[in-house]
C-alpha cells in the first residue's frame, strides 16, 4: 500500500495557518492590514494576555458585505487581486487572501461588520474553521474582529509561544512600526485595559514619532524631503549627535509597508560618515516611495523583507534624500503626507481596489512634488530637485560648515581647550629629550621614581603618542604600556572581582534612556545585570529607563549609548547563560569607561596606571587579548646602538 496521503482540508488549513499566523502579533499584523486596506482611518486594537486569549481590532473602514462574509474566509478569498497581470501592481498591503481563512482556523473568532452600501451589520462566529452562526448585527459602519484562544486547537503550537508580555510586546512592536508608517490613520493600542498607545492621525509623521518614540526622541530630529528619479524620500532621520549604539531605530517603509532594508540602511550610514561616530548608527523614521512594479514584496512570507528589481535607484535616492537634510540642516519643517493631493505610493494604498490600475512605470516616472504649489516642502525640494550632479558637489563642499557635524567641531573645541589647559599649567607630558621635540616645551623635569614593590624600581619618563605610557624599570627594561588597553583590564577585572559595588558613582542629575520596545523589556526583566556592572538603573515607564548612577571614569555622555546598547544586547541574546552575557556586559562597560588612546590624560593618571600595572603582574593583556605592555631590555637597546657586541 502507498505512503502518501491527500490531507484534508481541515489538516491543510492548518499548516497553511501556521505559515501566516505564528503568534498573535503576526495576526494583528494581518488584521490591521485589512482595516487599512480597507480605507480606515481609525484603528483600535485591543489584547489581553498577549493577544493569546484576546484580540480584538476594530476599524472604521468600508465593512464587508453580507455576501462576502462568509467567502473572505475561504482561503484565497480576497478581493484584492482578480488577474495574474494584478500582482505586479498590487497596492494594498495584504493580497492572498490567507488571513482571515488562517486565522478563523486556529482560534475562536467572531466578525461584526456593516458595510458602507448596507444599513443592517452582520455578525459571524466561526471557531477553529467550523462556521457556528451568522446574524444580523447592529454595529457601526466598519469592521469588529475579535479572535480569542490563539491556537486552542493546535496544542502544539501553543507550546512555542512566549510569555504573554514577550507576546504582548511583539504585538507593541507591529503597532508602533503600523503606526509611524500611517501617519493618517489615527491608532490606540490598548493591552491589559491600559491604553499605551494612541497616535492623533493628523498625516504628520513627527506626530506618530511623537506617540511611538516620545518626546525627546521627536525632538533630536531632522527632517528629509527628497526625490530622485520618481523614488521618493521623506520622514526625519535623527541629529547625528543622537545616532544610537544599534540599528534598531531604523525604520524603513516601502510603499507604507515597514520592511528590513539592508541597501536603506547602507545608504543613510554611507551619508552619515563623519557626521555620526563611528560604532554609533542614525536613527531614522523614513518612507520610500517607488513605483510598485520596482520591488517584489512577495519574497518572504512575513513581507518585512523587500527585494528590489534594482538595489542602485534607491540607495542613490536615500543616499542623496539625508547627505541633503544634514547639509540642510533645517530643524523647523514638518513633514506631511497630504494623502488627498498626493499622487503617488501613499494615497493608492489608502483604498482597497478590486483592480490596481498599473503606475508610471519606472523609468517614465516624473518627479512630481516640484510643480505642486501645496506642497509645504516646495523650497525643500527646490534644493533636493537640483540635477544629482550638483546635490553631490554641495554636499562634499558643504561638510565643513555642516552645522550637524558635531561630532567633529566638538572633537575640535575639546582638543583647543584641552590645549590651553597644559598651555596654562606649563606641565609638560612629554618629559623626553626636548631638544628634539620642541625648543618651546619648558625643561624636563627629573624623572619621578615610584617605589611600589621594593623590587621593581620604575621611573615614569612619559607618553608617545597620546597613547603609550613609557616606563624605565629597574634600570634593565623600558616597558611600554597601552594606556587604553592596561585601564581597560583593570577596571574589567575589579568589575568582576566586586560586582559593580564599590565602583559605582552616584550621578548628579539621572540621565533618562528610551529605548526599543523589545530592549526595554529585556532591559527591565534584568536589572541586576545593570547593578552588577555599577549602574543603577530603574525602570521609568514607557520604554524609558532612568539611571541614577554609572561607573566612575564612564563618560556623562557615554551613559545613554552604553545603557542602549547593553540593553540590546541583552534582549538579542536570550539563551545565552547569565555569566556569558555578565562577562560580555564587563568588557563593553570597562572599554567605554577606560581613559582612550589620543586623549589627553594627566601625568597621575598615566603613573597611577603603570603603578597598578606593576603590582598585578596577571594583567598582561586586555579584555579582547591585545597585549598590554611590551617590554624592551636595555641590553636589546644597547645592542642596537652598537654599545655592546
Ligand atoms: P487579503 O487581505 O489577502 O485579501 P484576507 O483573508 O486578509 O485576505 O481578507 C479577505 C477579504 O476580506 C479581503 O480581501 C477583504 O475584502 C475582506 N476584509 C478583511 N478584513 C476587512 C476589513 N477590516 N474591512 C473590510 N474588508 C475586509
Ligand atoms: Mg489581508
New binding site residues.
Given amino acids: 500500500m502507498g505512503v502518501i496521503n491527500v490531507l484534508d482540508k481541515h489538516v491543510a488549513e492548518l499548516i497553511a495557518a501556521g505559515e501566516v499566523v505564528e503568534r498573535p502579533a503576526s495576526a494583528i499584523k494581518?488584521?490591521i492590514?485589512?482595516?487599512i486596506?480597507?480605507g480606515?482611518d481609525n484603528i483600535t486594537v485591543e489584547i489581553q494576555n498577549g493577544g493569546i486569549t484576546f484580540m480584538r481590532?476594530t476599524?472604521n473602514?468600508?465593512?464587508?458585505m453580507r455576501d462576502?462574509v462568509k467567502l473572505?474566509?475561504l482561503p484565497h478569498?480576497?478581493?484584492?487581486i482578480m488577474l495574474e497581470n494584478d500582482l505586479e501592481s498590487i497596492a494594498?498591503?495584504?493580497?492572498?487572501?490567507?488571513?482571515?481563512?488562517s486565522i478563523s482556523s486556529v482560534s475562536k473568532l467572531q466578525l461584526l461588520?456593516c458595510h458602507k452600501s448596507e444599513n443592517i451589520g452582520t455578525s459571524y462566529e466561526i471557531d477553529g474553521g467550523e462556521e457556528i452562526s451568522l446574524t444580523d448585527a447592529g454595529c457601526p459602519k466598519?469592521?469588529t474582529?475579535i479572535v480569542r484562544d490563539l491556537f486552542y486547537n493546535i496544542p502544539a503550537r501553543m507550546k512555542f509561544l512566549k510569555k504573554d508580555r514577550a507576546e504582548g510586546n511583539a504585538v507593541a512592536n507591529v503597532i508602533d512600526k503600523i503606526a509611524l508608517s500611517h501617519p493618517e490613520i489615527a491608532f490606540t493600542f490598548i493591552r491589559d485595559g491600559k491604553r499605551v498607545l494612541n497616535t492623533s492621525g493628523d498625516n504628520k509623521i513627527k506626530s506618530a514619532i511623537y506617540s511611538v518614540y516620545g518626546r525627546d526622541f521627536a525632538n533630536g530630529l531632522i527632517p528629509v524631503n527628497y526625490e530622485l528619479d520618481g523614488i521618493k524620500v521623506q520622514g526625519y532621520i535623527s541629529l547625528p549627535i543622537n545616532a544610537r549604539p544599534n540599528r534598531g531605530m531604523q525604520n524603513f517603509f516601502i510603499n507604507g509597508r515597514y520592511v528590513k532594508s539592508g541597501t536603506a540602511s547602507a545608504a543613510i550610514e554611507e551619508a552619515c560618515k563623519g557626521s555620526v561616530m563611528v560604532g554609533k548608527f542614525p536613527a531614522c523614521v523614513l518612507h520610500i516611495s517607488v513605483p510598485f512594479e520596482a520591488i517584489d514584496v512577495n519574497v518572504h512570507p512575513s513581507k518585512i523583507q523587500v527585494r528590489f528589481i534594482n538595489e542602485r535607484p534607491i540607495f542613490d535616492a536615500v543616499y542623496h534624500a539625508v547627505k541633503t537634510s544634514l547639509n540642510s540642516g533645517d530643524k523647523r519643517k514638518e513633514i506631511t503626507f497630504d494623502g488627498q493631493k498626493r499622487d503617488d505610493a501613499f494615497s493608492e494604498i489608502r483604498r482597497?481596489k478590486p483592480f490596481v490600475t498599473a503606475p508610471a512605470s519606472f523609468e517614465k516616472s516624473v518627479p512630481a512634488a516640484q510643480s505642486e504649489p501645496i506642497n509645504p516642502f516646495a523650497e525643500l525640494n527646490k534644493i533636493n530637485n537640483k540635477p544629482v550632479n550638483s546635490v553631490l558637489k554641495a554636499s562634499v563642499s558643504d561638510i565643513d560648515s555642516n552645522p550637524f557635524d558635531v561630532y567633529s567641531k566638538e572633537a575640535i573645541k575639546r582638543e583647543e581647550k584641552i590645549e590651553k589647559v597644559i598651555n596654562e599649567n606649563k606641565k609638560p607630558d612629554v618629559p623626553v629629550d626636548t631638544s628634539i621635540v620642541s625648543p618651546e616645551l619648558p625643561e624636563t623635569p627629573e624623572p619621578e621614581p615610584l617605589y611600589k614593590q621594593p623590587s621593581n624600581k620604575l621611573v615614569f619618563v612619559g607618553e608617545a603618542f597620546k597613547t603609550y605610557i613609557i616606563v624605565e624599570k629597574n634600570d634593565k627594561e623600558i616597558v611600554i604600556i597601552d594606556k587604553h588597553a592596561a585601564h581597560e583590564r583593570m577596571i574589567y577585572e575589579r568589575l568582576k572581582k566586586e560586582r559593580g559595588a564599590g565602583f559605582s558613582q552616584v550621578l548628579l542629575h539621572p540621565v533618562t534612556v528610551l529605548l526599543n520596545k523589545n530592549d526595554y523589556e529585556a532591559a527591565i526583566s534584568n536589572l541586576d545585570m545593570f547593578t552588577e556592572c555599577a549602574f543603577d538603573v530603574e525602570d521609568f515607564g514607557s520604554g524609558t529607563l532612568i539611571v541614577r548612577a554609572a561607573p566612575q571614569y564612564l563618560d556623562i555622555d557615554d551613559i545613554e549609548s552604553s545603557v542602549i546598547e547593553m540593553a540590546g544586547y541583552i534582549a538579542q541574546n536570550k539563551t545565552d547563560i547569565r555569566s556569558e552575557k555578565m562577562d560580555w556586559i564587563y568588557h563593553n562597560v570597562a572599554c567605554r569607561s577606560a581613559i582612550k588612546g589620543g586623549n589627553i590624560s594627566t601625568r597621575e593618571e598615566l603613573i597611577d596606571i603603570a603603578n597598578k600595572l606593576d603590582e598585578d603582574p596577571t594583567l598582561r593583556y586586555c579584555p579582547h587579548g591585545r597585549p598590554v605592555c611590551v617590554v624592551m631590555s636595555r641590553y636589546e637597546l644597547e645592542k642596537q646602538f652598537g654599545r655592546i657586541q
Fill in positions: 494581518e488584521l492590514e485589512n482595516s486596506d480597507a480606515s481590532v476599524d473602514g468600508c465593512g464587508i462576502d473572505a474566509f478569498a480576497t478581493s484584492k494594498t498591503l495584504g493580497f492572498r487572501g490567507e488571513a482571515l481563512a461588520t466598519g469592521t474582529i482597497p
